[in-house]
């Protein structure tokens, strides 16, 4: 039976009206599993920025030398944390999370990231001693000192707080009794120094795209980093 005019017009709207509930449906559910994957994200302290934050350039020292820019952060992701050498607690800490998040990884099938120690103790720690101490952790993490000024401007732009050196517990009570002003003893590492503890992501354009809140645990940092980089 030949269709008129008439009903082959209202055929094709009809085929097209259903092609469209089906683009529909499945934006749907897209936009809900991005939802959900947000959420998840969320439970264990992560959070996408709605637009990826542009830095601003930046010179700092690597461990082996060698200045570190703006420009070195394109092409990876990278995983960016302050903390310095003699901290005693949140750094080894989130350094030895982030050393089994990195050999947790397959890199077969991951994207392999670039994992970043920046020094809040520019006075103290140099790429020397930053060698030696990321050593400890994985010999591919990259550690980055340099200029204070420098240091602070980056920091501010990915939110990162510190303070100047302090003394700590022992060294106040080693001097507690001596009726002398308590001074840092720097020379000894009997100092803190308080500072966020966050994890910055900077996608591979360079920009600040997602952050990671502490407590830092090794496999909600795999299981994030996989969503994030999908």
């Known amino acids: 039976m030949q269709l008129t005019a008439k009903r082959k017009t209202a ?3 009809f085929l097209a009206f259903d092609v469209l509930v089906v683009i529909a449906l499945i934006a749907l559910f897209q ?3 991005e939802r ?4 998840e994200l969320r439970e264990i302290g992560v959070t996408i920025y709605p637009e990826a934050r542009t830095l601003s350039e930046f010179r700092l ?4 030398g060698e200045f570190f820019t703006k420009a070195n952060l394109q092409g990876s992701w990278n995983l960016v944390f302050f903390g ?4 005693p607690d949140i750094c ?16 077969n099938q991951d994207v392999k990231p670039r994992v970043f120690l920046v020094t809040v103790d ?12 990321l050593a400890n ?15 602070a401007q980056l920091a501010a732009q990915l939110y990162v707080g510190y303070g100047d050196a302090v003394n700590s517990e022992v060294a106040a009570t080693k001097h507690e009794h001596s009726g002398l002003q308590s001074e840092v003893d720097v020379a000894q590492g009997d100092y803190l120094i308080e500072h966020s503890a966050h994890i910055a992501v900077i996608n591979p354009q360079g920009d600040y795209y997602a952050v990671m809140r502490a407590p830092h645990r090794d496999q909600d940092l795999i299981k994030a980093f996989r969503e994030l980089v999908k």
Do not use: V
Request: with cysteine; glycine share 10%.
């Open 31 to 33: 936009l809900r599993g």
């Open 137 to 151: 952790y994985n010999e591919e993490f990259i550690g980055l000192s340099g200029d204070p000024g420098q240091i």
């Open 11 to 13: 055929f094709i709207a």
């Open 84 to 87: 310095f050498t003699h901290c």
């Open 36 to 39: 959900a994957s947000e959420a």
């Open 122 to 133: 520019p006075k103290q720690d140099n790429p020397e001693s930053m060698a030696a101490y």
């Open 61 to 64: 020292i690597d461990q082996q």
């Open 92 to 107: 080894p800490l989130t350094m030895a999370e982030l050393g089994q998040f990195y050999a947790g990884l397959d890199f």
